[in-house]
């Protein structure tokens, strides 16, 4: 692989107008198709879970329970919500709502026995209900909702909303943290190239590969099914993947330039060293991300096809891209002042510090993992409600609300989708000892502030709804105990020696089901990422120890993070400093999310690092001696791009919902604890103790696993093409020859 990626690199560098021409046609192009395509309808099933078939029956037949809600709260400072004005205007806003398009439904406060206003009458409470998948509401249909709405606010009635619509509304618009992680990039790949063209080349090459996974994404996504969350998550991962990956190709020509190959030889031995090391390290974050089809929950399997397009995309351009850029730039990205690619003596020190105790470091390197790592233990799934967002927030305010009036748990109600058998002339008397059944178990909230419990039979007449409120609220253990009591005890016997099928649904029961999904999966997932990351890094090393340890270590890394997010989000350590609240309960699928991209983004950096090591051990260094080269050679570029990339993750702490903060914060933490802790501590004192063993394999392995040279040893032996003529201002002319 290595000499076919020096070849393409040779010829691209050579012909580079030609290239910098194809590549903007298939911009274009591509550009076209994606702008053609259509969304796809989203699929957030959990196959075979209860609440899915819930959501099902409400599909068939009462469908404004299967799609997007918003709440709508009214409330009056003085008075009565009942007085004639805040009634006249909340009900004419009521009656233009009703008339928005795609809304099925809007209750009605003021009905006889509605139950949306609490004893004090100071408050009012709407459900408004659209047709569709939860998510074909667009932002734009709930910013229209809440003006709408807001209307009554000129006669002195306030207004808050919540619910997914609100939340759809409230999405940003502006890519606040894509254009701060870029600005950071900006500054730091300035600082280790000194090059303005450098920097140039290197930002060029990743933001025209997320600018093209995108696309891929956008031209996918109707036929693939990829959801339109996977586009943010290419993002997240394409910018901080593609500039660290431009930032080794770059890195390693202006090191073969400052050392007199020319622009064509230099961009050959990049894309035959570094190339290579880009294409397995970003070959493993993709079967790592992709791996999320093994939990089966379509929505998440789909989101990581989506991520692994868009690190894919990255990883096509660094290969084509940069050798454009090596051309265009090469007067401009040959090093001025040699010493600033040369090996830093500082990282020589080093690495001569740690390798000289090996033992020691490992031993230091671990505890301050598993330190760090502590609040993981502590770690409390759930899903992150209204309840967790700042006060400043519309969802916040009209949570408080709703909780003070109704109780915690009206913010998250049980929907019960109840499937009647035909012709049962019993079937009132049954549904009426299921709903009295149900009201006497213990954390359904039974006080007068709570709905009344009973059944409401489809237009149909083919199935029933019973609404349940907790006593607790969404997030609460307490709430999880209910459902599983409901299901397991509770509606059985009730339903016993009847024709009733009952299950629990709504939003809370499916978010439980989708955790106990990914819990069930979450093994063979694991297993699947480690296997097979295992596998190709020994087929990049030639390696079956050094892989083994990988594997390890990058557990404790990712323990390590977590704990990072537990301590922030549930212990509120640092909290309020990127707008979060604290005790948020861990969103039930970060875990799972969160391990499939730091494994793969884990061993980026270890074949950044190892593939130098090997480099120097293959070039007759000893063992301690290469660990000491690698690290002088290539630990200020580790270093730097993991700065990078901590720094465009955790710029996504500045969105405004939990979900991202978690995200960023979870990320950026892991990159930083990975490069500076693992990479640069642990790593190498591993190498230098496993000696000569670090670079062993068995015989019979060696021939089953194909061989992958990272190191590019074939790249001096090929000559250039037949017919490409030597540029005289860019390259030498050979010894004797005439001008």
């Known amino acids: 692989m290595s000499s076919r990626l020096a070849r393409m690199a040779r010829a691209i560098t050579h012909h580079w107008k030609r ?38 029956l409400f599909t068939d037949h009462q469908p404004a329970l299967a799609g997007a809600e918003a709440n709508l709260v009214f409330s009056v400072e003085a008075g009565q919500i009942t007085d004639p004005e805040p009634r006249s205007a909340i009900e004419g806003a009521l009656g233009e709502i009703t008339d928005l398009d795609n809304v099925l439904e809007v209750g009605d406060p003021f009905e006889k026995g509605s139950a949306s206003i609490p004893p004090d009458g100071r408050l009012a409470s709407v459900d408004v209900r659209y047709g569709g998948e939860i998510f074909d509401v667009k932002k734009e249909d709930g910013e229209l909702l809440a003006d709408t709405a807001a209307q009554v606010e000129d006669s ?31 500054v730091l790949l300035t600082l280790l190239f000194r090059s303005g063209a450098a920097m140039v080349a290197t930002l060029v090459g990743a933001l025209l590969g997320v600018f093209v996974g995108q696309m891929l994404i956008g031209a996918l996504s109707n036929p693939l099914g990829i959801p339109a969350f996977a586009a943010t998550i290419a993002v997240m991962l394409g910018l901080g993947a593609g500039i660290d990956y431009a930032l080794l190709i770059i890195g390693r020509y202006r090191e073969q330039r400052a050392a007199g190959n020319t622009p064509r030889d230099a961009s050959a031995k990049a894309a035959a060293t570094s190339g290579v090391a880009v294409v397995t390290a ?34 096509v351009s660094s290969l084509t891209v940069l050798p454009i850029m090596a051309g265009a730039l090469a007067r401009w990205l040959k090093p001025k002042r040699p010493e600033h690619v040369a090996s830093s003596a500082a990282f020589a ?41 700042p006060t400043t927030t519309t969802q916040r305010r009209a949570y408080d609300q709703l909780s003070e009036a109704f109780g ?35 954390g359904v909230d039974a006080s007068d502030d709570a709905p009344p419990l009973s059944a409401q039979p489809s237009e149909d007449g083919e199935m029933a709804t019973i609404f349940v409120q907790p006593e607790t609220s969404p997030q609460d253990e307490r709430t999880t105990e209910l459902v599983d009591r409901l299901r397991d005890d509770v509606i059985p016997a009730a339903t016993a020696d009847t024709g009733l099928e009952v299950y629990v649904g ?46 390890v270590f990058n557990l404790l890394s990712i323990g390590a993070a977590y704990g990072v997010v537990v301590a922030v989000f549930q212990w509120g350590w640092g909290a309020s400093l990127i707008g979060a609240e604290s005790d948020v309960p861990i969103v039930s699928f970060m875990p799972l999310m969160m391990f499939a991209i730091l494994f793969g983004l884990s061993m980026d950096y270890n074949v950044f690092l190892l593939s130098r090591v090997h480099e120097a051990y293959n070039e007759g260094d000893g063992p301690r001696d290469s660990v000491i080269h690698g690290l002088a050679r290539i630990a200020k570029v ?30 950026g933490a892991a990159i930083l604890i990975d490069v500076l802790i693992v990479r640069l501590l642990i790593a190498p004192a591993v190498v230098t103790l496993l000696g000569d063993r670090a670079w062993w394999l068995p015989s019979w392995l060696d021939r089953l696993i194909p061989d992958v040279s990272l190191e590019g040893h074939t790249v001096e032996a090929l000559d250039a093409p037949e017919g490409m003529p030597r540029d005289p201002d860019t390259e030498p002319v050979p010894e004797g020859a005439g001008r």
């Open 282 to 315: 970003g070959v493993i974050v993709m079967v790592a991300i992709a791996g999320l089809l093994l939990v089966g929950v379509p929505f998440i399997g789909k989101m990581g096809i989506g991520a692994a397009i868009g690190v894919g995309a990255v990883v």
């Open 408 to 442: 915690p748990g009206s913010n998250g109600p049980l929907l019960l989708a109840v499937d009647l058998a035909q012709d049962d002339p019993n079937v009132d008397a049954e549904l009426d000892r299921l709903s009295a059944a149900i009201a006497d178990a213990p």
């Open 638 to 667: 580790v270093l730097f791009a993991g700065l990078i990339m901590a720094s465009v993750f955790l710029a996504f702490t500045t969105a405004p919902d939990t979900i991202s903060k978690m995200f960023g914060v979870g990320l």
């Open 349 to 389: 020190r080093w690495g001569e510090r740690i390798t000289a105790r090996p033992w020691a470091t490992i031993a230091a390197g671990v505890v301050l993992l598993l330190i760090i790592a502590i609040p993981m233990t502590d770690m409390r799934l759930g899903q992150p409600d209204d309840g967790n967002q």
């Open 506 to 551: 709504g939003q809370t029961a499916g978010f439980q089901d989708f955790s106990a999904k990914v819990d069930s999966r979450l093994p063979l997932f694991i297993a699947a990422v480690i296997g097979l990351s295992v596998v190709l890094l020994i087929a990049a090393f030639r390696s079956l120890w050094i892989p083994l340890a990988s594997a």
């Open 19 to 56: 290239g910098l021409l194809i590549a903007v046609l298939a911009v274009v192009v591509l550009g076209a198709i994606s702008a053609s395509s259509e969304p796809p309808p989203e699929d957030f099933s959990v196959p075979g879970a209860e609440s899915q078939q819930a959501t099902d």
């Open 156 to 186: 002195g009635v306030n207004f808050e909303m919540r619910g997914v619509v609100a939340d759809i509304a409230a999405e940003q618009d502006f890519p606040t943290g894509e254009l701060i992680g870029v600005a950071i990039a900006i």
